[in-house]
């Protein structure tokens, strides 16, 4: 059964940084795209920003020039650095893992509150 854990939310000013990790466990094949996605009150689940196996990386435009994601295969593990957070990055934060047979996967969430 695959997992996937999460840390490294919490609160911070704006203008900060925070770092956000994902492992993912059992499964025997890996991920083709691994990511990270967030929600804020009363809006919809967004992209953040995805990588894929071969380390193609897509970004939300909010977040482009700002974040950075970054994986590591063998371990299945994904990082989304969060650099100069505003107080609209305020969210619940989802890891999210993609296998090649389409099945999608979800961690339990982190919340990242920005502060002004």
């Known amino acids: 059964q695959v997992q996937l854990v999460e840390s490294g939310g919490g609160l911070v000013q704006a203008g900060g940084s925070l770092r956000l990790s994902c492992a993912a466990s059992?499964?025997?094949?890996?991920?083709?795209?691994m990511g990270w996605f967030r929600q804020a009150p009363g809006k919809q689940r967004e992209l953040v920003a995805a990588?894929?196996?071969?380390?193609?990386?897509n970004y939300a435009d909010s977040v482009k020039e700002r974040f950075g994601v970054s994986r590591d295969n063998a371990n299945n593990t994904v990082v989304l650095q969060m650099n100069s957070l505003k107080p609209e990055d305020t969210a619940v934060y989802y890891c999210?893992?993609?296998?090649?047979?389409?099945?999608?996967?979800w961690g339990k969430g982190t919340l990242v509150t920005v502060s002004l």
């Open positions: 990588c894929t196996s071969g380390g193609i990386t």
């Open positions: 059992g499964s025997m094949f890996g991920f083709a795209v």
């Open positions: 999210h893992a993609g296998d090649s047979l389409g099945r999608n996967y």
